[in-house]
């Protein structure tokens, strides 16, 4: 299954990191998404909700580094997002010593020693890695073709963004909706400095696309009232407002 795995060994040994998405037509990330995990993963599994902008296309461009799977759910539900999760990786990744990294088509995990930083965990016996959240922002979509941390340098710390979604593949999360953190009971992950630098704000048509694209994909009235109020302006978190209000706030974030 894994054309890559050969290569990656002789990088870093038998440590192996698969990373897991849900998403729907994300083409225009897609390329820096793909470029940036295919740089350390073993496998990308991205679940795809019936794109029809062509994304099914640009991930077998990736092939053998990645697999499209098709979710029995669609639209925005983050209770079977969850579960899909976890019983993807319980799936395709517990039979060896894996990292899984599970994360949205707009989220990068990102540290200069990632690997280095992971296999040390893996040593010591962690098996749950909180990531520290950062929204980045741009003027405008980026153009390059390498890094998108390369060329998007600027955000803004937020905690809303804190994520403990770097799992051991043995280990049973019980994650909060939204992956943002986790229910009761389960250990208290390690912070090792890792960001997820959350690629939502690339200019403000990108934006409002996003924001309404989400909002559209909710799919009762009951999901879009209850989760879709930042979208309308109604709650000012992650509103577009907020966006525009912190986009000046913004500090160099990568070097």
């Known amino acids: 299954m894994y054309g890559c795995q050969s290569q990656l060994e002789d990088k870093w040994g038998s440590m192996n990191i698969d990373v897991y998405s849900i998403q729907r037509n994300e083409s225009k990330i897609l390329p820096y998404f793909l470029r940036h995990y295919s740089t350390f993963a073993r496998h990308i599994f991205i679940f795809d909700d019936n794109s029809t902008d062509g994304s099914r296309d640009i991930i077998r461009s990736y092939y053998p580094n990645t697999s499209t799977l098709t979710p029995r759910f669609h639209g925005v539900n983050d209770p079977y997002f969850r579960d899909t999760y976890q019983t993807a990786y319980w799936y395709y990744s517990s039979n060896d010593d894996t990292w899984v990294i599970c994360v949205d088509g707009d989220e990068f995990v990102y540290h200069p020693n990632l690997i280095s930083v992971l296999s040390d965990a893996q040593q010591k016996g962690i098996k749950l890695i909180h990531c520290e959240g950062y929204n980045m922002f741009a003027d405008s979509f980026p153009t390059t073709s390498g890094q998108i941390y ?7 710390r937020d905690p809303w963004y804190n994520k403990p979604i770097i799992v051991d593949s043995k280990t049973n999360v019980s994650w909060a909706l939204g992956r943002h953190s986790l229910n009761k009971k389960m250990p208290v992950p390690f912070s090792l400095g890792i960001k997820l630098l959350h690629y939502h704000y690339l200019g403000p048509e990108y934006c409002r696309d996003r924001l ?5 994909r909710f799919p009762t009235e009951e ?3 209850r989760h879709g109020k930042h979208v ?6 992650h509103s577009m407002q907020w ?13």
């Open 150 to 156: 390369d060329e998007v340098k600027f955000g803004v």
């Open 223 to 225: 999901l879009k009232e």
């Open 232 to 237: 309308t302006g109604e709650t000012y978190l």
């Open 212 to 216: 309404d694209s989400t909002y559209l």
């Open 243 to 255: 966006y525009e209000d912190n986009k000046s706030k913004a500090v160099q974030v990568i070097p």
